[in-house]
């Protein structure tokens, strides 16, 4: 039975603060580069000696019962309290680190000490490839779990989600705490139950779109004094015994660039289907149309800002076959937006780069920025069944939207925040600004001893991918253990045919083969193993690469391609030379490649073409550099997508004016 003090805190959250603009935003990122000075290193790293010197002096002679003993007296001391001493969260982790050594027989270093200190910080810790997230994470979630409020760890998809939940599982129980998972398949009932463990791991898109279907079912009164009121006079049948979430406070977010920077770019949209015959049919219509359209003539295609506008010859083109439309979709904006979005599904949404489709002709989407499959995931305005016209694939029912909010909104409503991740100081500025995180970087246990062999450039795809087939082959043969990085499903496709061209069979991980993942990427650091993958093989799961392998070398990581953001390409590169380890890795990139072909100019691209062909020094230089602009181009225009999000949150905020901001979906 719910209390009504439960009931009120189980739906009060943090109304999100307004964002600072002009004059005020300069200062704020001032205040912002003051709070990543390395002075908040300094502090963590004294913090963590003071952990480690109670861990090693009055908890190291205790006895297992002794020290369940001792946790069962601290989840007391903290339970509850708003505010806890420095002191006792202290002797708390130490207590967590204890457990970890007697449970799992894990001494936790120095390092994941300071990354769970971090977490009490509300900071965002960049912490390297290999450092141990894992465990620092659930240090940092039994000290939350101890204080009694909701603690959401939020993983970079289900299986992490539910192998990270089950693998802390035994130190959460010795510890007085249960950790719950939800992941995609769960039922109601199912995420119920799980949300009622005090620390809880899943995934943004699965809080998120639960946080909304709780806010659906309670309809238009969900204000915790709202909810006070009618739970004091309420009749039997309450809302709240439909809610799965039991509130939001705490969230320790792994991977928090992807989570809070990539993901911030779409809002979650919790819709329904409806049957709706006359837009399905104009789909196909509207699909047979821009097929007849010519690029130049008809539109114009910009492939920057992956735009396309028809010119007024292609306006009176579909105006001349409007007829064949039902008469609802014939006025001069539905027509011409229908045919729009049939040219961007055309020219802009390609098969085993940006979607699959599945053995039972239903379209699914890959997340650009990990390579998996998105399920569930549809796009929206129409774009989704101009895709399936394309594939000629059944067309299903549009949706309409039910509730909506944007991930950067959503994190902003959490009590505290913090995060991880091996790439977060590309982004500091915007972490800082959007969700007051600081950002500081935590040492790496060992030293760094990774070398990066120099980049290869080559006119076209083909001519890269057989050398990349060569240099991999030479290096199997030499022992060593090979992981190739591509961006899309087609390219790790065509990789694995030029392989099994040259009598090697390669273990290939994409959206397409994605049951196996965890056993792929386990054995893929083996002596003579190749495996190739797209970005899915950045994140998660360690490669583990054996003493003899080491000792020739380690594993060596070949980049098929720059992704539109650094952070990626650093989170690939990242997966050699973990923990101290000898690696190395090279980049290899073609005229051909996506970043270049959609940010360069043309003039440019035309340019370092002829400089290479005609051998002249700097060339290969002048490419590189070219990377460099491509990537910031591209990150430009992934932060003008992020404000746009912001944009959308502030009119609603605007429009509601007149209502509590906690009432605001």
Sequence with gaps: MITPTQNFYRHAVRSPRKLSTGIDKGVDALIGRMKRRSAHVRKLKRDAQKVRKIFDGELAGLTREELSGEIQKLYGQLRGRKKSSAALKLRGLACAAAASKEVLGMVPYQEQLMGALAVEEGLFAEMATGEGKTLTIALAGIVAGWQGQ???????????????????????????????????????????????????????????????????????????????????????????????????????????????????????????????????????????????????????????????????????????????????????????????????????????????????????????????????????????????????????????????????????????????????????????????????????????????????TYFTREEKFAAMVEEAKGMACEGRSVLIGTRTVSDSERLAELFAQSKICPQVLNAVRHEEEAQIVSRAGEAGMVTIATNMAGRGTDIHVPEAVLLKGGLHVMMAECNASGRIDRQLLGRTGRQGNPGTYRQFHSLEDELFQRFLPKLQRARISAAMKGGLPGARGLLLKSIDRAQALSEKGGVKQRRTVLQMDSWLDEQLSFTRPESRI
């Design 150 to 456: 909701p603690c959401h760890i939020i993983t970079a998809n289900d299986y992490l989600a539910e192998r990270d939940a089950e693998t802390m599982q035994t130190l959460y129980r010795f510890c007085g705490l249960r950790a719950g998972h939800v992941i995609g398949t769960h039922t109601p009932s199912d995420r119920k139950l799980q949300y009622q463990a005090p620390v809880v791991y899943t995934t943004s898109q699965q809080l998120l779109a639960d946080f909304l279907r709780d806010r659906l079912s309670l309809g238009s009164d969900f204000t915790p004094a709202q909810r006070l009121m009618h739970a004091l006079v309420q009749e039997e049948d309450a809302p709240e015994q439909e809610l799965v979430l039991r509130g939001l406070h705490t969230a320790i977010i792994d991977e928090g660039d992807n989570v809070l920077i990539d993901e911030a770019v779409t809002p979650l949209v919790i819709s329904r289907t409806y049957a709706n015959a006359p837009f399905t049919a104009c789909c196909t219509i509207a699909r047979e149309l821009a097929l007849s359209l010519m690029q130049g003539r008809d539109f114009q295609l910009d492939r920057k800002r992956k735009d396309i506008r028809l010119t007024p010859t292609g306006e009176e083109v579909v105006q001349r076959h409007s007829h064949r439309m039902p008469p609802v979709w014939r006025s001069h904006d539905r027509r011409n937006e229908l045919v729009v979005t049939a040219l961007v599904a055309e020219h802009f949404f390609i098969q085993d780069t940006h979607f699959v489709v599945t053995d039972e002709g239903k379209i699914e989407i890959i997340d650009e920025f990990t390579g998996r499959i998105l399920p569930g995931r549809t796009w929206k305005q129409g774009l989704h069944q101009a895709v399936e016209a394309k594939c000629g694939l059944e067309i299903t029912d549009p949706a309409e939207t039910m509730a909506s909010m944007s991930f950067q909104r959503f994190f902003r409503m959490f009590q505290r925040l913090s995060a991880f991740s091996g790439t977060a100081q590309e982004s500091a500025g915007e972490l800082w600004h959007i969700y007051r995180l600081p950002t500081v970087k935590i040492p790496t246990h060992r030293p760094v001893i990774r070398k990066e062999q120099p980049a290869q």
